[in-house]
């Protein structure tokens, strides 16, 4: 099982962020934080259903890092797996 970190932020207008650094495109949101990470699962998990139908491959994280900034507030990273 691979694990994925993902950055979660509350944004100015009090939405949830959340992103995968690691997976290029993959993100989603929600209106409160639960919300945002239940969404976020059903985010992972089609963007990874969607590399087994390619050529790809299930990427693995590489860092915890990203290329995510937030000016708005604390960015909490938490990791994603699915089973």
Same mark, same amino acid.
């Given at each position: ?6 950055? +979660? ?7 949830? %962020? ?9 993100? #989603?949101?929600? %209106? #409160?934080?639960?919300? !945002?990470? +239940?969404?976020? =699962? =059903?985010? @992972? !998990?089609?963007? @990874? =259903? #969607? @590399?087994?139908?390619? &050529? ?5 994280? /590489? #860092? @915890? %890092?990203?290329? &995510? %900034?937030?000016?708005?507030?604390? +960015? /909490?990273?938490?990791?994603? !797996?699915?089973?």
């Amino acid at each position: 099982m691979k694990a994925y970190p993902a950055h +979660i932020w509350r944004k100015k207008n009090d939405t949830w %962020s959340v992103e995968f650094p690691d997976l290029p495109g993959c993100f #989603s949101f929600g %209106s #409160s934080l639960l919300e !945002a990470k +239940i969404k976020a =699962e =059903e985010a @992972l !998990a089609t963007y @990874l =259903e #969607s @590399l087994d139908w390619g &050529c790809g491959q299930n990427p693995g994280h /590489e #860092s @915890l %890092s990203g290329g &995510c %900034s937030c000016t708005q507030g604390k +960015i /909490e990273t938490e990791l994603f !797996a699915l089973t």
